[in-house]
């Protein structure tokens, strides 16, 4: 990130909420309520300065709590919208989200679920839905979401996982060319996946990875569930390294 990229991001959030702050400190007010968001809370890949500005009005809405004033930040998840950030969203973004275990709120949901954060008392609130198995299919849980999913201890043979070794049994009584075409089709299926196509017929295997609509977020994601399904450490550019 750039300064400038920096900038433009924190100025709204983080500007805008400490003037707010400065300006009605000494009035006498029932709620001073700050719309953050989970990126704050569990980080989020390309999203540093907008994470970073989010955590800060959490830490705000601390702030005030310490000083006898109201103050409550509400780390919302993803929105069902056409306008505002999900707006902007690709149709990719959007399954990558819901596979990240975040379904998105119906304004309904939102309703309800503002009303119950302020009534909570407590500075920072999440408001957000967890789709629990979805989070537990991940297997890498984020810490703090380990105390809400429970993954099983995962076998292993000889260091590496079941569906590693289940490969290398397969692709071992295999010709040259039978290898590729499985490997091929194991690319295309996981490519189809963090695409949300309908299946890896649809994925053109002589087609650039950007050219299928790849970026630095999805790029990573394929890395790291090609990497589950291999047991290979590939690089985080490896969609960039190999073209097709």
């Known amino acids: 990130l750039t300064g400038e990229r920096l900038a433009g991001v924190l100025r709204p959030k983080v500007d805008a909420a400490w003037h707010l702050h400065e300006a009605t400190k000494d009035l006498d ?7 953050s968001s989970m990126s704050g809370i569990l980080g989020g890949p390309g999203q540093a300065n907008y994470a970073a500005g989010n955590t800060f009005l959490d830490a705000l809405a601390r702030h005030r709590r310490s000083l006898g004033l109201p103050g409550t930040s509400l780390a919302w998840g993803p929105w069902t919208q056409d306008a505002g ?13 819901a596979r990240a275990g975040m379904p998105e709120l119906t304004p309904e949901q939102g309703a309800v679920l503002f009303d119950a954060a302020l009534d909570t008392g407590e500075p920072l609130v999440l408001p957000v839905r967890l789709d629990l198995p ?6 890498d849980i984020h810490p ?8 099983r201890a995962r076998r292993s043979v000889a260091g590496g996982s079941v569906a590693t070794a289940g490969l290398v049994q397969r692709l071992e009584g295999l010709g040259r060319d039978e290898r590729r075409e499985v490997l091929l089709d194991l690319v295309r299926g996981q490519i189809a996946v963090v695409l949300g196509h309908a299946g890896a017929q649809t994925v053109d295997p002589g087609r650039a990875f950007q050219d299928l609509g790849f970026d630095s977020l999805t790029a990573v994601e394929l890395r790291n569930r090609l990497g589950k399904a291999t047991g290979l450490r590939l690089p985080a550019t490896v969609v960039f390294d190999y073209p097709t």
Do not use: K, Y
């Open 144 to 151: 703090m979401l380990r105390g809400l999913v429970r993954v």
């Open 29 to 35: 007010l029932t709620a001073f309520v700050l719309f």
């Open 85 to 97: 950030m999900i707006g902007t969203l690709s149709d990719t973004d959007v399954h990558r989200i």
């Open 134 to 139: 979805a989070l537990r299919e991940q297997g």
